[in-house]
């Protein structure tokens, strides 16, 4: 509210008009929800790669390995990437699946 307040105040100042875009929320809201189905199709050395570099701390290589998901499944790319932007490792794990023994 106080933005719009603000950009007001500049377009009376100023004499301009700003044209909004309609808000329809974030990207990290309009991606997809996440399930472990979401990466079930991407190969398996791929998806080790990225439970890896997650449980590494390596945030430059997660977000390699989700460039190389876009190219094979954009709409899983987007889900993972909004989840390693926010840091919502727990939820990206459960993504990702448990390393098998």
Known sequence: ????????????????DFIRAEQKGTPHEEAAAPTPEAVAGLPEGLVRAMRQAMEE?????????????????????????ALADRYDYETLGEILGQEEE
Request: proline share 2%.
């Open 1 to 16: 509210r106080l933005g719009r307040m603000r950009s007001s105040a500049l377009e009376r100042l100023l004499d301009l």
């Open 57 to 81: 701390g390596d945030t430059a290589r997660l977000t390699e390995l989700i460039e190389h998901v876009a190219e094979i499944a954009p709409a899983a790319a987007r889900m993972l990437r």
